[in-house]
């Protein structure tokens, strides 16, 4: 599939921000795709759920976050705060109706703050690898005392990471500062949507427990955690794709039914 046609739609925000963006009309309830930590609405699990939901016949919504892919802004100038403004703008201005989430790896952190926002619009949640609140639980807790002392001393500090061309993030101290303010996991999360949650046993970015924590912290009854023994942290393979789609289709199953 050819990521660079067509070219996006753009959603201009009241703050001057570009956000780049792609809707498939279809039927309710909607799906939203939110992307993980600097990546883009190109990926092979978006590309993936939304060729799932042109045939099915569901909306589909894939967009960047400022900073991200094709939308404006400069990634080291973002926080959690913003992008998850952004998943709202996106969720208010481009989709009607009951919308499922789909969250992979921050994007997870962004669905969970979008439907604790908009919890109206919200039918159900799927989150892959799923992230909250990991600023301070995964980059802040395991910083050393010399890195500390830097990013105190620059605002800034470079982690290393796999998943970047140049083997390392620049993490600031912004995003730090703002993502303790973002924090999910701490107390109660009045959520009472279906959520279904999948998460690889040998992910080595984000724990598998970090699902287990989000299924004891929402308040919905109907959750359920697909640990997959082999799966690492993209859960990108051509396995993992078609569990995504299972799982979202027996999700939009489960809610089409319920609302017939």
């Known amino acids: 599939m050819d990521k660079s046609f067509p070219a996006p739609c753009i959603l201009s925000r ?6 780049a963006y792609h809707l498939t009309p279809g039927k309710h309830p909607g799906v939203v795709f939110m992307t993980g930590f600097k990546s883009d609405m190109t990926g092979s699990k978006a590309l993936a759920l939304e060729e799932f939901c042109r ?3 569901n909306a589909f919504l894939r967009f960047d976050y400022q900073g991200h892919g094709q939308s404006s802004g400069d990634f080291n ?21 009951p919308q499922v989430l789909v ?29 909250p609140d990991f600023t301070e639980d995964l980059i802040l807790a395991e910083l050393s005392t010399a890195q500390k002392a830097e990013l105190n001393a620059n605002g800034t500090v470079l982690i290393p990471n796999d998943y970047d061309d140049e083997g390392s993030y620049r993490i600031n101290k912004k995003l730090l500062d703002d993502g303790a303010k973002q924090l999910l996991l ?7 949507c279906p959520i279904r949650l999948i998460h690889g046993v040998n992910d080595a970015d984000v724990p598998w427990s970090t699902s287990i924590r989000i299924m004891e912290t929402v308040t919905s009854e109907d959750v359920e955690v697909t640990l997959v023994k082999a799966g690492e942290h993209r859960l990108s393979e051509d396995l993992d794709l078609d569990r995504l789609r299972r ?14």
């Open 14 to 19: 009241d703050n001057g921000a570009s956000i």
């Open 55 to 57: 045939v099915r016949g």
């Open 77 to 97: 100038e973002g926080s959690i705060g913003d992008w998850a403004s952004d998943a709202i703008d996106a969720l208010d201005q481009l989709t009607d109706g």
């Open 103 to 131: 969250g992979s790896s921050m994007g997870g952190w962004m669905m969970l703050l979008v439907a604790r926002a908009r919890p109206q619009r919200i039918a159900g949640l799927l989150g892959l690898a799923s992230a």
């Open 186 to 192: 701490r107390e109660p999360l009045k959520l009472n």
């Open 247 to 260: 799982t979202l289709g027996a999700l939009l199953d489960q809610l089409e039914k319920s609302a017939s």
